[in-house]
């Protein structure tokens, strides 16, 4: 059982055009992630021939509120569209719409029992829409201390309680590591909770959210967990580089690459 090792290009050789950067990554033998696939030239991206992991599965909208589902749904379809150009097979959300700085649109971090049950039925429509397009949605953890304060259903726990809840095959766990650290460490526990229910696994180091061996995780101890459940999915570098970006791509595969699929 192998898993597989994506970086984020959003994040990496920041200096250089977005093209160029997905290429860097694909000459290094990895997946690519994207996040707001509407900001990009697609057909550009896929004439690269770099393959990739997942990206942004909806442009507006949010979980419970009446608007904001329809405005979810809407560009979760336009999302699904945009991924046979790429042929990202992972479609990225969150509790909800998140915008410059990665600030929630409308902060509503303390969230009802009805927001609940409507969340979970809003995530079991998109997950029904994915899979008449044959992709997956993932559900991402953030964290509120640091990166996306007001962001509702933000915990890794709260996002594994609404894939279960939803109990969809096309519905999975985006399960943030950084994210997660921040607001609920005990990181090898958490993957050994969530290992049936993740779709994807990101990563970067705390504090400053850059590669592995820049913070206090101890990223070998995680891969080795990882390696022990028998986690053959991908797992992805969603980080700064502190220095060099070839550098930082070496520490992550250093830290992960004792389990890379061949």
């Not at 898993?3 to 290429?23: G, I, K, S, W």
């Not at 994210?179 to 050994?192: F, K, P, S, T, Y």
């Not at 990223?219 to 053959?232: F, I, K, P, S």
Request: net charge negative; hydrophobic share 45%.
């Amino acid at each position: 059982m192998t898993y597989r090792l994506a970086a984020c290009a959003e994040m990496l050789f920041v200096d250089l055009p977005f093209v160029e950067r997905v290429q860097r990554i694909h000459e290094r033998g990895l997946l690519v992630e994207i996040w707001d696939w509407s900001t990009k030239d697609l057909a550009a991206l896929a004439a690269t021939g770099a393959e990739f992991s997942s990206m942004t599965g909806y442009l507006r909208g949010d979980l419970t509120t009446a608007e904001g589902r329809r405005e979810l749904l809407a560009t979760a379809r336009e999302s699904l569209a945009a991924a046979e150009i790429i042929d990202s097979p992972r479609l990225n959300l969150h509790g909800t719409g998140l915008g410059e700085g990665g600030l929630p649109v409308v902060p509503h971090e303390h969230v009802s029992g009805a927001d609940w049950v409507h969340a979970a039925e809003t995530l079991r429509q998109v997950a029904e829409l994915g899979r008449a397009s044959g992709r997956t949605f993932v559900l991402e953890n953030l964290n509120l201390a640091v990166d996306h304060p007001g962001t509702p259903f933000a915990r890794a726990a709260d996002t594994l309680a609404l894939v279960r809840a939803a109990d969809h095959p096309n519905l999975r766990l985006n399960l943030d590591l950084y994210h997660a650290q921040i607001g609920e460490g005990n990181l090898v526990e958490l993957v050994r909770e969530a290992q049936p229910w993740i779709g994807e696994i990101q990563i970067a180091d705390v504090p400053g959210r850059c590669e592995p061996g820049t913070g206090e995780i101890r990223y070998e101890a995680v891969a080795r967990a990882l390696r022990d459940l028998g986690y053959d999915g991908v797992i992805g570098m969603e980080a700064w580089a502190s220095g060099d970006p070839d550098a930082a791509l070496d520490a992550f595969t250093a830290a992960f690459g004792a389990g890379i699929a061949a």
